[in-house]
């Protein structure tokens, strides 16, 4: 049998949900970097159902919300709840070097990838510099 009340874990994440657990969202981790032409980020969502993950963009901002239900029952006497549920919402702030048409979305085993494609006039090219005749100067 589970136990039902540890009153220091108790203690402990009610800390964690008054002050924050330091760096880190305890409801949407994410991790992000850039490969070649492309921004990848990958937020953990286990336990989300896919039809509750709402992705919105506007000026430059993306907003990620997602909710997690309850498994259990109503009627059902819960001995132990340590998982967060409710509505989670984290925003990220797209620089404008990043083409917010084309972000891809795809979720697979828990994870949200995002992929944000960078735009063309910030990638890295190469200017051509026109030559011709040199003038001499007259001395």
Do not use: C, W
Not at 41 to 49: E, M
Not at 50 to 58: A, G, K, Y
Not at 63 to 69: I, K, L, M
């Amino acid at each position: 049998m589970l136990m039902r009340t540890d009153p220091f874990r108790e203690i402990d994440r009610l800390t964690q949900q008054v002050f924050g657990n330091g760096s880190r969202p305890a409801g949407m981790q994410m991790d992000a970097y850039r490969t070649g032409n492309d921004v990848i980020v990958h937020f953990d969502l286990p336990g989300i159902d896919p039809e509750t993950v709402e992705l919105d963009i506007e000026r430059n901002v993306l907003s990620v919300r997602v909710e997690r239900r309850s498994p259990a029952p109503e009627d059902a006497e819960i001995l132990a709840a340590e998982r967060p549920t409710g509505t989670f919402t984290r925003q990220l702030f797209l620089g404008d070097t990043l083409d917010t048409e084309r972000i891809d979305a795809s979720y697979d085993s828990g994870v949200l990838t995002l992929r944000i494609p960078v735009a063309e006039q910030a990638k890295p090219r190469r200017i051509e510099i026109s030559g011709g005749p040199r003038k001499q100067l007259d001395s």
